[in-house]
């Protein structure tokens, strides 16, 4: 058999690829079918198997054609996908080059917006919480939105309807299209970078009706963070009533409308005027009431005992002092007497008529303390014959303090005596 019938994988493979290339029909696919084996490739490839009930073909989604997809697909999602069919020469295997794809049912928009939802609840920005309190009385308020929509002549026309006394600063912005979300975000910092300097006090952001596409740049992730990351108070005011979107869910305060943020936004000046013109009544009736009680205490008082008759006053206190007076006569009365009876007593004292006595007494009583003191004193031992023995000063009360050779000294009555030691015996005998 002649070698040259036969090719090489290479070229059979890619044969094969040069003929599905070229088939027209095969260029441009519309294919629906269920996502199993998904993997998103480091350098933002998808790659993954579409199949349903009875077979699945291999596909591949490049970044350049996922980068703008608004959800991320899992395993068991359905899809519908467009795109064209080729062949992979290095494994011999055919594959769908997928360039669009969107969820079959749901819709691609709809997952993106729960995914977005699921993930900004987990992180806390939607927690209650965190909301910052919308002034009561506004400054100024800043709008970010469209300088051209309906909803800024609504808001505006609102504002200026209920409380025409507070200012209004826009930071137009767009509000649809792929550079929407961009810039909506941008325009929100750039209010809180000069909310000191304007006195911002709220800040609406918002847009009005249209389909969630229009309405889509409010369920971006960077709107989000811009109005949850805003230090001033946001209201968020996009679409009707029934349009809710990831903004509603991060802002302050939702408005179901942008005429109602507005109503939200300001109080309305006829009900503050007339809460003041209730409590300038109320005033003017507690003042009333507060100067016909002091009017009725002042009569009081001009009417009262002690300034129509003042002297009755004094008349007590009079009566008070007389009865002071004269407890403190009789108290002194009775000192004086107390001292005149003592002092008699003294003078009739049988020691002051007879001073003799006591000095008798004293003299008997000095003899026999120096009685005493004679008993007491060591010197008189040594009149009955007793001595004094000591040591280098120290009077000796016993021979184990001394050995022979010792030094002593006997003090006698009359004089002392230094001996030396020549032996040392107790009483028994013993030495």
């Known amino acids: 058999m002649n070698n040259n019938n036969y090719v090489t994988v290479s070229e059979i493979n890619k044969y094969i690829k040069e003929i599905i290339s070229e088939d027209y029909l095969l260029r441009k696919v519309y294919l629906k079918g269920e996502i199993s084996n998904f993997k998103a490739h480091s350098r933002g490839h998808y790659y993954f198997t579409l199949k349903d009930e009875n077979s699945r073909i291999a596909a591949v989604m490049f970044s350049f054609n996922n980068r703008n997809m608004r959800f991320i697909p899992n395993d068991g999602m359905k899809v519908l996908v467009s795109g064209k069919i080729d062949v992979y020469e290095a494994s011999g295997a055919y594959q769908i080059y997928v360039e669009e794809m969107m969820e079959d049912g749901i819709g691609a928009l709809y997952v993106a917006f729960e995914q977005l939802k699921e993930k900004l609840s987990k992180e806390g920005l939607f927690d209650k919480a965190k ?56 325009k929100i910092k750039m209010a809180n970078e000069v909310k000191d300097i304007y006195n911002i006090d709220t800040l609406i952001v918002g847009r009005g009706g249209g389909s969630l596409e229009d309405l889509w ?82 009569d009081n008082i001009k009417n009262s005992y002690i300034l129509t008759k003042p002297m009755m006053m004094y008349e007590i206190k009079e009566q008070k002092l007389d009865t002071l007076i004269d407890r403190l006569d009789k108290a002194i009365i009775k000192i004086l007497d107390n001292i005149k009876i003592k002092l008699y007593s003294i003078n009739n004292s049988y020691i002051i008529n007879n001073p003799s006595v006591l000095y008798k007494f004293s003299k008997q009583k000095l003899a026999h303390i120096i009685s005493q003191l004679e008993v007491l004193n060591p010197l008189n031992t040594l009149n009955r014959g007793y001595a004094i023995v000591r040591e280098n000063d120290k009077v000796l009360s016993s021979i184990k303090k001394i050995k022979s050779g010792d030094l002593i000294t006997s003090e006698l009555k009359d004089g002392f005596i230094t001996s030396k030691v020549v032996e040392v015996g107790e009483k028994n005998g013993k030495e």
Do not use: M
């Not at 800043?142 to 504002?159: H, M, R």
């Not at 811009?226 to 968020?236: G, H, L, M």
């Not at 302050?252 to 943020?261: E, G, Q, S, V």
């Not at 939200?264 to 005027?273: G, K, R």
């Open 131 to 186: 909301k910052k309190k919308i002034r009561r009385i506004p400054r100024r308020i800043g709008i970010v939105t469209s300088p051209t929509g309906a909803a800024i002549k609504d808001i505006l026309t609102t504002i200026k309807r209920r409380f025409p006394i507070c200012e209004t600063i826009l930071f137009p912005a767009l509000v649809q299209g792929n550079e929407a979300a961009n810039d909506i975000a941008k």
């Open 217 to 298: 740049p409010f369920n971006e992730e960077v709107v989000a963070r811009a109005i949850y990351d805003s230090e001033i108070p946001v209201i968020s005011a996009v679409g009707h009533e029934i349009d809710i979107t990831i903004s509603d869910y991060v802002a302050d305060l939702r408005a179901p409308t942008p005429t109602a943020a507005g109503e939200l936004a300001v109080p309305d000046i006829n009900t503050i005027i007339t809460y003041l013109d209730t409590a300038r009544g109320r005033c003017y009736t507690a003042l009333n009431n507060i100067i016909s009680n002091n009017y009725t205490k002042l």
